[in-house]
């Protein structure tokens, strides 16, 4: 059984959200204002929060880089608050349309790793079973023997999602089935779908920033709309999202040592 330090609860933001953050950071981008200590507006709205909200954990307030709005921390997830009109939050990743970044994903990855308030469990949506999802439609990663397994939503635009594959590049003897969403744009997903060698392509740009090996040049058939409606299905609004064999999902980032633990637990399970 896992313990509620094991794994970091991602944000839940609809696709809908994820638009009007994209849409908010592109008309503020300008207002970009920077993030130091705390000051008096930070910890009167923190104030505030915890008295409105006395039944959320608020762990901390800091200024976000779009001018009026704060990052609000909840152990390890995080909210964007207006101080003038705190009753409403915002969940989901700030993205910077000017760098292509994504500056929500790294903090999140931090948290996970511990330098941010412990995160606590999320209750987790409908179980998802692995040998009934369109695996044909997921790039097939083998290690080793193959033999434990773990399905993967993920966005090539994701910070977070790299972070994640890094820690997945260090588990031998998985198979890591990883649908391709296009929450952050569809060119680079079918990029590397279209790719000559598609697991080459896609290990080579999460875990290099390496698009030598994508496929920009032409299309091909691809399955990232039919993963994004997959991904609406079953209620999957966050990237990364792990899928286990029990049919349990983890939303967000977690270390290799949590991955490798859910393998193992999975493989004792299945034994008569």
């Keep these: 059984m896992m313990t509620t330090t094991d794994v970091r609860p991602a944000c839940r933001p609809s696709l809908r959200s994820r638009v009007l953050i994209s849409a908010l950071v592109t008309s503020l981008v300008s207002s970009v204002v920077r993030a130091d200590a705390p000051t008096a507006d930070e910890a009167r709205l923190l104030t505030t ?14 200024r976000s880089p779009i001018a009026g709005l704060y990052e609000v921390w909840m152990n390890g997830n995080v909210a964007y608050v207006s101080a003038q009109q705190p009753r409403y939050f915002v969940f989901g990743h700030v993205f910077d349309t000017k760098t292509m970044t994504d500056l929500t994903g790294p903090k999140l990855a931090l948290a996970a ?9 999320v209750a987790s949506p409908a179980p998802i079973t692995l040998d009934k ?51 952050q ?27 030598t090996a994508l496929n920009t040049a032409a299309s091909c058939d691809h399955p990232v709309g039919r993963n994004l ?17 029990d049919s349990s999902r983890t939303e967000g980032y977690v270390d290799h040592q949590v991955i490798q633990a859910r393998l193992k637990q999975a493989l004792q399970e299945a034994r008569p």
């Design 185 to 211: 744009g569809e060119a680079r997903p079918i990029a590397i779908w279209c790719a000559t060698d598609r697991v080459k392509a896609w290990q080579r740009y999460m875990l290099q920033g390496d698009a």
């Design 229 to 245: 409606a997959l991904a609406q299905r079953l209620g999957v609004q966050a990237t990364p999202t792990l899928v286990w064999a």
């Design 133 to 183: 999802l369109p695996l044909a439609d997921a790039i097939k990663t083998v290690r080793g023997n193959g033999q434990g397994q773990v399905v993967v939503f993920s966005d090539p635009g994701c910070g977070y999602c790299k972070q994640l594959e890094a820690e997945l590049a260090q588990i031998e003897n998985v198979t890591v089935y990883t649908f391709l969403l296009p929450f």
């Design 113 to 121: 790793k511990g330098n941010a308030p412990a995160p606590t469990a």
């Design 49 to 62: 929060l915890r008295k409105a909200n006395p039944n959320t954990h608020f762990t901390q307030v800091v």
